[in-house]
């Protein structure tokens, strides 16, 4: 999935906060016997629609942990979040999750589960109805929430990218 507007941003004067999605323990069969090995899967955002994702693998939980967060602190980018919630309802895919988000109105909460929950809520938005179909594999639906809140555009990018008024975008 190719996307032209993807908004990447910087790390630094970032308050942001991590959030752990998914531990897998990996054994790897060698001669000597198993030799087991943790991946994490780590989210990371802040309430203002900045959010990213990153994997870490190492012999220690603590430390693929870690590394998961340096990892998602490279990968932050902008999603607009409006009133605590997305502008508009957006489906996206990877590998085999495909994910469905829509906006709600103020109250709702997030109605989303695991893997999706971490991201929408890392990325500060408080009122969203979103469903997962297909595989509930956490690292593809990660990817698939992340891609889908990176195909959301606000009223204002769409006026820029039309050439119109914002008046214009509202009233057709």
Not at 65 to 82: Q, R, S
Not at 108 to 123: D, F, P, Q, W
């Amino acid at each position: 999935m190719t996307n032209t507007n993807i908004r990447r941003v910087k790390t630094t004067d970032l308050e942001l906060k991590d959030k752990l999605v998914a531990v897998q323990r990996v054994t790897k069969v060698t001669k000597g016997g198993r030799h087991m090995s943790f991946a994490a899967i780590v989210v990371v955002g802040n309430p203002n629609g900045i959010v990213g994702y990153g994997l870490g693998k190492a012999g220690e939980i603590g430390i693929a942990v870690t590394k998961g967060i340096e990892d998602a602190k490279k990968n932050l980018v902008k999603v607009p979040v409006f009133k605590g919630t997305i502008p508009h309802e957006q489906e996206a895919k990877f590998g085999g999750a495909r994910v469905f988000i829509k906006p709600a109105a103020p109250g709702t909460g997030v109605k989303a589960g695991g893997a999706m929950r971490a991201v929408l809520e890392s990325a500060g938005i408080h009122d969203v109805i979103a469903k997962s179909k297909g595989s509930s594999n956490p690292h593809n639906l990660v990817k698939a929430t992340v891609a889908a809140l990176l195909e959301l555009r606000d009223a204002y990018t769409v006026a820029q990218l039309r050439g119109v008024s914002m008046n214009k975008v509202f009233n057709g």
